[in-house]
Nanobody, 126 residues
Framework: QVQLVESGGDLVQAGGSLRLSCAAS???????????MGWYRQAPGKLRELAAK?????IPTYADAVKGRFTISRDKNSVYLQMNNLKPEDTAVYYC???????????????????WGQGTHVTVSS
C-alpha cells in the first residue's frame, strides 16, 4: 500500500508564504514514478477542488484561483507546493494526491490508481 505524508501546513497572515511537502512511501509502486501528483484543497463547507497538479514530465496545471501565486514542483515521488501571497480564501485542508494508470500484466492491461494523504491544514488570517 502507498502512503502519502504531507507537511508544511500552518497559520499565516494574508500576504505570507508557505511551502507544502508530500512524500510517498510504502509499496514497490511508490518507487515508480506516478503519472500525476498534485494538491487538492477543501475549504469548510465546500467540495474538494484541484489547486495544482504535475505530470511525470514536469508539466503543471493550476486552478485559476492560484495561478501566479502557487508553484508546484516534483522530485520523483515527492511533490511540493510553494504558496505565495496567500489570501484568506486559500484557507483549507490541503491533500496530496497521486494518480494514474499502471500496467499489471505482460499483455499491457492497466488499472487505475488514486492515492490520498491525510491532509495538512492551511489557515490564512486577514
Amino acid at each position: 500500500q502507498v502512503q502519502l505524508v504531507e507537511s508544511g501546513g500552518d497559520l499565516v497572515q494574508a500576504g505570507g508564504s508557505l511551502r507544502l511537502s508530500c512524500a510517498a512511501s510504502g509499496s514497490r509502486q511508490s518507487r515508480q514514478m506516478f503519472d500525476y501528483m498534485g494538491w487538492y484543497r477543501q475549504a469548510p463547507g465546500k467540495l474538494r477542488e484541484l489547486a495544482a497538479k504535475i505530470d511525470k514530465g514536469g508539466i503543471p496545471t493550476y486552478a485559476d484561483a492560484v495561478k501566479g501565486r502557487f508553484t508546484i514542483s516534483r522530485d520523483k515521488n515527492s511533490v511540493y507546493l510553494q504558496m505565495n501571497n496567500l489570501k484568506p480564501e486559500d484557507t483549507a485542508v490541503y491533500y496530496c494526491n497521486a494518480a494514474g494508470d499502471r500496467v499489471v500484466n505482460v499483455e499491457g492491461a492497466k488499472v487505475s490508481y488514486d492515492y490520498w494523504g491525510q491532509g495538512t491544514h492551511v489557515t490564512v488570517s486577514s
